[in-house]
């Protein structure tokens, strides 16, 4: 990270969004007036405080002016359809027509804004190009735009890209691409479900660094989500060693790695020996379950593990995942105060120890 201290303590990027919030960013409601810009400011104004007051060195906006962590993309692009999944009624993006640029910046914007609020380092998230292509393209919906999966998700690497630009030419301290795709391959579960996983998982890893290729001077990580979204939106908890795709990890052409290690379904901690000394190491050591308040004590012993197989100033703290997996999951922010509150609590004593 950019901060020179042992141990910092980050947050992953999504906050929960109070009601207001929702309601600002909701397909019902045009995000336009004044009014609404007036209060979506003051909204993270609080949620960067919040973020400050329990001492994290590492803030994001809370992705607050998103709609969702992966429709973002629809902010960037034109050729998306908004709608509700038939399944659940949650949001649903889907790409109807070839991408055209919409509106490079959206996210670049939430920086400089961030930027007028606070000191700390900042965190800008993307999400992986594979990851929007498993989520977004639909075989009936979309092949007459794009005949196949991998042609749509070849396609929003420039989109991206050019975000990463504007994003350095900002100066974030820290850009990090969301791919929790590309982790689901531990499951064998998951695995089974395709004809040749490797190959798959190979070209989630060659489109993450098409993403970022020739980005030499901004900080880059890779954002490896396991289980904590879907276990909070009721979903399939898909668990296995990291072993299956070290391969792939090993090739991410990223300097940090964030990676979920919160339960023993994650595996253990030992193939973190396995990756390059290079490579920092965000340790996902904070649950995000709702209900669940991991202590100082639990956090501090979690670090301490993985300390068995990597250097302490290659490890940074953060939680497990982010703090809103979807619209559809309830999580109260006051909860996510008292984690982050622990988390900087164990980050300050593994320093106290280990400085």
């Known amino acids: 990270m950019a901060t020179s201290q042992l141990f910092p303590a980050s947050i992953i990027g999504s906050l929960p969004r109070p009601a207001f919030v929702k309601d600002l960013i909701s397909e019902d409601h045009q995000f336009s007036t004044d009014d609404d810009e007036r209060w ?6 609080s949620v960067v405080a919040l973020q400050e007051a329990a001492g994290l060195d590492v803030v994001s906006d809370g992705e607050w002016r998103r709609k969702s962590y992966i429709g973002v993309i ?12 038939p399944v659940d009624g949650r949001p649903w993006t889907i790409v109807k027509d070839r991408l055209s640029p919409k509106q490079p910046g959206f996210i670049a914007r939430e920086v400089a804004f961030l930027k007028k609020l606070t000191n700390r380092d900042i965190k800008a998230t993307l999400p992986a190009p594979a990851l929007l292509g498993e989520r977004m393209w639909d075989a009936d919906a979309s092949s007459h ?9 070849q396609d929003c690497v420039p989109i991206l890209r050019r975000e990463i630009e504007l994003l350095r030419d900002e100066g974030v301290a820290i850009i990090q691409v969301d791919d929790p795709h590309l982790c689901l391959f531990v499951s064998d579960q998951v695995r089974a479900g395709y004809a040749n996983p490797d190959q798959a998982a190979d070209f989630a890893v060659d489109m993450d660094n098409d993403l970022v290729r020739g980005f030499d001077d901004v900080r880059l990580a890779v954002h490896l989500c ?20 070290m391969g792939q990890l090993r090739k991410l052409a990223v300097g940090h790695l964030t990676m979920e290690f919160t339960s023993p379904g994650s595996g253990e901690m030992s193939v973190l020996r396995e990756l390059p000394e290079n490579i920092e190491i965000g340790l996902g050591c904070v649950s995000t379950f709702p209900g669940e308040i991991d202590s100082v004590d639990t956090i501090v012993a979690r670090v301490e593990q993985a300390l068995q197989y990597v250097a302490p100033e290659r490890i940074t703290l953060n939680p497990e995942c982010g703090f809103a997996p979807g619209s559809g999951a309830v999580v109260s922010i006051d909860e996510v105060y008292t984690k982050l509150q622990n988390e900087v609590a164990a980050a300050r004593r593994l320093r106290e ?3």
Do not use: C, W
């Not at 979204?229 to 668990?239: L, S, Y």
């Open 226 to 245: 396991r289980r904590a979204g879907a276990r909070a939106r009721g979903e399939a908890d898909h668990q296995g060693s990291y072993a299956p795709i």
């Open 74 to 85: 629809a902010e960037l692009a034109h050729g998306f359809e908004l709608s509700r999944n």
């Open 353 to 355: 120890k280990y400085s």
């Open 145 to 153: 735009a794009y005949p196949t999966r991998e042609a749509f998700v």
């Open 40 to 45: 979506m400011a003051a909204a993270i104004r």
